[in-house]
């Protein structure tokens, strides 16, 4: 499924204010799981109050030792402190990565801001090599923008 077809069910789970933000974050994981031959694993990870961590939200995809991640460590971890998109074609080539699973090849990250502040990001693991494009960047901003909406 292409991602234009995908924005417009992205935007009617957001809207869904009969769901909590919770649920509707884990239809948007599952959407994207869903619909994304590549997405593996999908998930939110937001700052933990004022602490220097993230901790693990909704998410969709094999179970995770990783609920509290510090800042500047793994991927997650260093989009926190960067505040901007890492996308990792080949996650063996990272020295700073946590590994999550054997199978995981690539990982993309993009944070989600409220008012200008880095309050989370969208955590997107691939068991395939290098799928990730400018596509995928695009379209996970337009994701973290529409949530962002809901978190404010």
Known sequence: ??????????????????????????????????????????????????????????YVGAPT?????????????????SNENFVVPDVSAQDNYIACSITVKSEIVIPIFVNGKNVGQIDIDSNTPDPFTEA????LEFVCAKVSKILS
């Open 65 to 81: 030792d990783h609920n509290i991640i510090p800042f500047g460590k793994g991927i997650c971890g260093q989009v926190a402190v």
């Open 136 to 139: 995928d960047e695009r379209f």
């Open 1 to 58: 499924m292409s991602f234009e077809t995908l924005k417009p069910q992205v935007e009617t789970i957001v809207a869904n204010t009969q769901k909590s933000v919770n649920n509707r974050l884990l239809d948007i994981c599952e959407l994207l799981e869903t619909n994304v031959d590549y997405y593996n694993w999908v998930g939110f990870y937001f700052r933990n109050g004022d602490k220097e961590e993230l901790i693990l939200g909704p």
